[in-house]
C-alpha cells in the first residue's frame, strides 16, 4: 500500500519552492502599505477611464517565453461590461478586459500580489482603470481604483461603507459587509452581537457626507470629471480608448538582464 504522507524534506522543499516562486515576482512597491493613499479627486484625475462594470468572466494565463530574459509569469485576465461610462472609452466598446498580475500557474502554485484585488463573476464595481497591459494592476492605487457596488451601497475593498461629500473626500464608515461571501451579509461586530455599544468604534459623517448608492456616486463622478474639464480652461487632448486586452493572444514580461562583465579596470579617480 502506498503512502500519501509527505515526507517533512519533500514538505519543506515545496514550501520554500512556493515561497521562492511568490518572492520572486512580487518585488518592487507592490504591497497597499506603500501605495499612496488617494482621494475621489486623485482618482478621477489619473484615471484614463472610469466606469460602473460588472464582472463578466475570470481568465488565467502564463506569460510566454519569446527572447532571453522572459519570464513565465501568471495573469489573471477579468473582462467586464461596461454598463454606465463616466470618462473615458473602451476599445472593445462596451466591454473592457483588463491584465493583472497574479494568480495560478496551473502547477500547483499562485502568485499574489498585494494590494491586486481579485475578482468574481457577478461582482459589481466602479473601476478607475489606466495603464492596462503595461502595469502590474492597471487600477489606479491598486485596490484603491475599485469601489464595490454591494447591497445598494458603496465599500471599499475591505467592505467597508464610504462616505463622499460633494467635494469627493471618502471617508470609511464603521458598517462592514463580508465582500469574500456571495450575497454579501453583514459582518458581525468585533466582539458579537453582544457587545457593549460603547465598546464599538464610534463614526461620525463628515459634516455634509453622504452614504451613496450606484445613481450617487456615478452623479458625484461626473460632476468631478466636469468641474476637471472646466478647470483645464482649454479643450481636452483627444485620448484613445482604453486597450481592451485578448486573454487568448500571448504576452511577454521581460526583466532586465544585469549588465555583462566587462574585463576593463575601473578608472581611477583623480
Not at 475621489?40 to 460588472?54: G, H, M, P, Q
Not at 492596462?132 to 489606479?140: D, E, F, K, R, T
Not at 461571501?181 to 463614526?203: C, I, L, M, N, Q
Not at 466636469?226 to 485620448?239: D, G, K, L, Y
Amino acid at each position: 500500500m502506498l503512502s500519501t504522507t509527505r515526507s517533512p524534506l519533500r514538505s519543506r522543499r515545496a514550501r520554500l519552492a512556493g515561497l521562492a516562486f511568490l518572492s520572486l515576482f512580487s518585488s518592487g512597491p507592490l504591497s497597499a502599505s506603500t501605495v499612496e493613499r488617494l482621494g475621489l479627486r486623485e482618482l478621477v484625475s489619473r484615471a484614463e477611464l472610469i466606469a460602473e462594470t460588472e464582472v463578466l468572466a475570470v481568465e488565467h494565463r502564463v506569460s510566454s517565453r519569446v527572447e532571453p530574459g522572459d519570464e513565465e509569469v501568471p495573469h489573471t485576465f477579468v473582462t467586464f461590461s461596461i454598463d454606465r461610462l463616466v470618462k473615458g472609452s473602451s476599445s472593445a466598446g462596451e466591454r473592457l478586459t483588463l491584465r493583472f498580475r497574479g494568480g495560478p500557474d496551473g502547477r500547483g502554485r499562485v502568485l499574489t500580489v498585494p494590494g491586486t484585488p481579485r475578482f468574481h463573476v457577478g461582482d459589481r464595481d466602479v473601476l478607475f482603470v489606466e495603464r492596462n497591459g503595461a502595469s502590474i494592476c492597471p487600477l489606479v492605487g491598486f485596490e484603491q481604483g475599485r469601489l464595490r457596488l454591494v447591497r445598494g451601497g458603496v465599500v471599499d475593498a475591505l467592505g467597508y461603507e464610504l462616505w463622499l461629500s460633494p467635494r469627493g473626500e471618502m471617508s470609511r464608515g464603521e458598517r462592514r459587509v463580508d465582500v469574500r461571501r456571495e450575497g454579501a451579509p453583514p459582518v458581525t461586530p468585533k466582539g458579537g452581537a453582544s457587545a457593549r455599544a460603547d465598546e464599538r468604534p464610534r463614526f461620525s459623517p463628515p459634516a455634509g457626507a453622504l452614504a451613496p448608492d450606484d445613481d450617487g456616486l456615478i452623479t458625484l463622478l461626473r460632476a468631478l470629471v466636469r468641474e476637471a474639464e472646466v478647470a483645464a480652461a482649454e479643450p481636452a487632448p483627444t485620448v484613445a480608448p482604453t486597450p481592451s486586452l485578448d486573454a487568448s493572444a500571448p504576452f511577454r514580461v521581460s526583466r532586465r538582464l544585469p549588465a555583462p562583465p566587462t574585463d576593463d579596470p575601473p578608472a581611477s579617480r583623480g
